[in-house]
């Protein structure tokens, strides 16, 4: 089993810098060719940090491993409105714009509580392409609401308009770091499949509950480096922003490409009953903490860390 939680922890670790440097040249050559910084945040920054689970659960789906792809989604998905947010409230009480309160908050909740809804039976190829079509909407919907008065972050707390000044970036050596980034995180999420698959094998845990914990968490890493960078700089719209958009990405990202790949349905009511309504849970809990004084206090983080605690033990 030690070789498995050492291809875990090496998986973790390139994982987290490969998609780092895929996110931060994807965005510069993107603004170099001058497409617009909101478009920017909302889908490549937002495809970029959920492009670990994407992997993951891609490569889990082709071996045959359904309940590892669910698990990593449902976990990920778990822990971000619950562990990752409330650190970062923990950290500084996070102020929450209107419109995240109106728009990406609501539709964050309705595309859990579509991916719920798909798992119960398995996602079909139907259920994935639904999923896919709602993502569509879905950024159609946050594209056309009016710009914030704020920049729009990258994923490592710079304005993105400053990521595409000529003079200090390259198209070349950028689109370089986009190419390496996206081998290098294919590469390292096998990694981290591979040590999970190994662990679960040798431990007899299922693998809904390995995708649920170890992969899940390991593959949010990209979210928690910017809930860690954001509090410290006190931007609290890029931590809750980062958050909603990786969860909806992977709900109906992730969930699509599930679905459309045609992996096994599983039968595991840990994974699709308890785990599942955990993450619609956490997803309610956390819209109405955002609702409330449009701030996520540090008492309603320290609630929120808690809560992803004790669902842990209900998810073996």
């Not at 937002?46 to 889990?60: D, K, M, Q």
């Not at 006190?234 to 459309?260: C, E, K, M, P, W």
Request: charged content about 10%.
């Amino acid at each position: 089993m030690f070789d498995g939680v050492l291809a875990i922890v090496a998986g973790v670790i390139a994982l987290a810098w490969a998609a780092d440097q895929f996110v931060i040249g994807a965005a510069r050559v993107a603004l170099m060719r001058r497409v617009p910084a909101l478009v920017v945040g909302v889908v490549i920054i937002g495809f970029g940090t959920s492009a670990p689970e994407l992997l993951v659960s891609a490569l889990a789906v082709a071996d045959d491993n359904t309940g590892v792809a669910i698990g990593n989604v449902v976990g990920s998905n778990l822990a971000n409105l619950t562990l990752l947010l409330g650190m970062g409230a923990l950290i500084v009480p996070l102020t929450v714009q209107s419109r995240t309160v109106r728009v990406e908050a609501p539709l964050v909740l309705a595309s859990t509580i579509a991916f719920g809804v798909a798992v119960q039976d398995g996602v079909g190829r139907w259920e994935g392409i639904a999923l896919a079509a709602g993502l569509v909407a879905s950024l159609a919907i946050v594209v056309r609401q009016p710009a914030s008065a704020s920049p729009v972050p990258d994923a490592v707390g710079e304005d993105v308009t400053e990521l595409a000044d000529a003079e200090h970036h390259r198209i070349g050596i950028e689109s370089a770091r986009t190419a390496v980034g996206l081998v290098a995180t294919v590469g390292s999420a096998q990694l981290l499949l591979w040590g999970a698959l190994r662990v679960a094998d040798e431990t007899g845990l299922s693998g809904g509950f390995v995708g649920v914990t170890l992969v899940a968490v390991g593959t949010s890493l990209p979210e928690l480096v910017t809930v860690i960078q954001s509090a410290r700089r006190r931007q609290t719209d890029l931590i809750v922003g980062n958050l909603l958009g990786s969860n909806l990405f992977n709900a109906l990202a992730v969930g699509g490409i599930i679905g459309i790949l045609g992996g096994p349905p599983v039968d595991d009511p840990a994974l699709t009953i308890t785990a599942t309504g955990a993450a619609i849970g956490a997803a309610v809990i956390a819209t109405v903490a955002m609702v409330t004084r449009r701030t996520v206090t540090r008492s309603e983080g320290a609630v929120l860390i808690v809560l992803y605690l004790a669902v842990l033990p209900l998810l073996t």
